[in-house]
């Protein structure tokens, strides 16, 4: 697990119980898509008036139609024998559920083969 935390300025209005969950179910399923040794990177940096979290790994990466997908209630991109990973399909859409009652935007990368980053941006507090 790789830390690059950046930010000048973290403060942020957030449901410190729920915030964690996120950071957890994000990092979970960077270990649990992930066929080698995986390769957590969390960054935490400002841009303009927001504090950005992302968390970025060397899974097996999300083809581009089934991205926008993954934050829907119950959906699991098809992986065929890839994969042993049992869940229902809530964890992601948690993720967005709560970013949307903190209003936090929340953005999606990923390349097949090379893995996935999902940032969070939240306004800065002064």
Wanted: aromatic share 6%.
């Amino acid at each position: 697990m790789h830390l690059d935390l950046d930010a000048a300025n973290t403060r942020i209005k957030a449901d410190r119980l729920h915030l964690t969950n996120i950071l957890h179910n994000l990092v979970d399923n960077g270990v649990k898509y992930t066929k080698g040794a995986p390769e957590i990177h969390i960054r935490l940096h400002n841009e303009d008036r927001k504090v950005v979290l992302s968390v970025q790994d060397n899974g097996i990466g999300i083809a581009k139609e089934h991205q926008k997908h993954v934050f829907d209630k119950f959906y699991r991109v098809p992986t065929g024998n890839v994969h042993n990973v049992k869940g229902f399909g809530l964890g992601l859409f948690y993720v967005k559920t709560i970013c949307r009652e903190h209003r936090w935007k929340l953005s999606l990368a990923s390349e097949p083969g090379k893995g996935t980053t999902v940032s969070i941006q939240m306004p800065a507090l002064p």
